[in-house]
């Protein structure tokens, strides 16, 4: 006769079952530590093909570098990141966050941002809202919302 299953086997089994599920429902990816630099206007012509009428009226827009643009298969154009300041006092308006619209590729700015390399181009709007507008890079958290 085949081992007896005791209420204690299901519970690796359960384990195994339940896990991959809870990881399948929390769609939104976690936290990812990098860094973002200012761009300043125009923010037309841009990568996303968005003209100045269609861009956000806040003016809380923003680039991302190759590795976000390529990530999804598709540009994440119109996407919304947000974004949160964690270098500390002197650089950061520290624990500030800014949602920001993807409508562009930095690759393509028609300006170049304040520092190459970066993850995140922003706004001088998006920028100045969580970092000293006077420093050309800081180092952030980003979350992707929608
Ligand atoms: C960003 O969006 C999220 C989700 O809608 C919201 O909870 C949060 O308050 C927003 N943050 C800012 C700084 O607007």
């Known amino acids: 006769m085949a081992k007896t299953l005791s209420p204690c086997n299901f519970i690796p089994l359960l384990i195994a079952?339940?896990?991959?599920?809870?990881?399948?429902?929390?769609?939104?990816?976690?936290?990812?530590?990098?860094?973002?630099?200012?761009?300043?206007?125009?923010?037309?012509?841009?990568?996303?093909?968005?003209?100045?009428?269609?861009?956000?009226?806040?003016?809380l827009v923003g680039a991302v570098d190759e590795e976000l643009?390529?990530?999804?298969?598709?540009?994440?154009?119109?996407?919304?990141?947000?974004?949160?300041?964690?270098?500390?006092?002197?650089?950061?308006?520290?624990?500030?966050?800014?949602?920001?619209?993807?409508?562009?590729?930095i690759q393509q700015m028609v300006s170049a941002p304040s520092s190459p390399g970066v993850r995140f181009a922003l706004s001088s709007k998006a920028y100045g809202s969580i970092a000293d507008p006077g420093k050309d890079s800081i180092k952030i958290q980003y979350q992707k919302l929608s």
Not at 30 to 51: K, L
């Open 69 to 105: 643009w390529n990530k999804a298969g598709t540009p994440p154009c119109g996407a919304i990141f947000q974004v949160r300041c964690i270098e500390g006092p002197g650089a950061c308006r520290y624990g500030t966050t800014v949602n920001v619209t993807i409508t562009d590729r």
């Open 17 to 59: 079952i339940a896990l991959p599920l809870s990881l399948l429902s929390t769609a939104v990816d976690p936290p990812e530590v990098a860094s973002a630099a200012r761009c300043d206007p125009p923010y037309t012509p841009n990568a996303c093909g968005i003209d100045e009428e269609h861009l956000p009226s806040n003016g």
